[in-house]
């Protein structure tokens, strides 16, 4: 079945520093990935798309990375801030499907 | 500028009785979207409408029935709710599939 993984641990990253969150996904070649934000009490907040053919996307101190042959997504936030302190939900959908699969998200806390 | 709206925040209810989640978004967005969202799980879709009188089902639809009558509204329904469906929901707009805004959800209890 399609699987969508993230780390379910808490990312503690000081503040000025990289945060690198991770995306794996298995059974499923996806055509573009979305990474969201969501605080607590709130709904996600898109942020970044990359799609199969991008190997990488950059939003300010955002950038985004999609390698098709590992699975695998990567998300970075450089120059972390405490206001980045959130959780991060990737997902995945192909061209056609309405329906994206979603990440249960990675908690990131920026400490100053 | 509300965007996409979603009521009530905040709901207790008894197993068996009917449940409805109202959603209304402001941006004439075709697209609609149900989620559910549980510890540890990632956001699961129960139903997703692609315009006013279509809907579909998702991945978790079993206990859920939506409507789309008007482009800017999308309520869910719990027929009969069951401390399983004990969640937060949300709901979810945009002019297409892939991008989607979300509400602010709303928090159900069954007990």
């Known amino acids: 079945s399609q699987k969508i993984e993230q780390n379910s641990e808490a990312l503690n990253i000081q503040e000025g520093k990289t945060a690198t969150l991770t995306c794996n996904y298995t059974?499923?070649?996806?055509?573009?990935l979305q990474w969201y934000r969501q605080d607590p009490g709130r709904g996600p907040v898109f942020l970044l798309l990359?799609?199969?053919n991008e190997k990488e996307k950059r939003k300010e101190r955002l950038k985004v990375t999609f390698d098709t042959t590992l699975k695998q997504s990567l998300f970075h936030i450089t120059a972390s801030q405490p206001a980045d302190s959130a959780t991060y939900l990737c997902?995945?959908?192909?061209?056609?499907?309405?329906?994206?699969?979603w990440g249960a998200g990675t908690k990131l806390i920026i400490k100053p | 500028d509300a965007g996409i709206t979603q009521s009530p925040r905040y709901k207790i209810t008894e197993t068996g009785r009917q449940v409805t989640l109202m959603c209304h978004q402001t941006?004439?967005?075709?697209?609609m979207f149900w989620y559910r969202q549980d510890l540890g799980h990632g956001l699961r879709l129960i139903y997703y409408?692609?315009?006013?009188?279509?809907?579909d089902k998702g991945e978790v639809p079993d206990g859920y029935v939506v409507s789309r009558s008007k482009t800017e509204n999308f309520p869910l329904t719990l027929e009969s709710a069951t401390r399983s469906q004990t969640s937060v929901y949300f709901c979810?707009?945009?002019?297409?599939?892939?991008?989607?805004?979300f509400g602010p959800g709303t928090r159900l209890l069954v007990l």
């Open positions: 979810a707009s945009g002019e297409e599939p892939r991008t989607q805004y």
């Open positions: 941006w004439s967005h075709s697209y």
């Open positions: 409408s692609a315009a006013a009188d279509i809907t």
């Open positions: 059974n499923y070649s996806p055509a573009y």
């Open positions: 990359i799609r199969e």
């Open positions: 997902a995945l959908a192909s061209g056609s499907n309405y329906q994206l699969i």
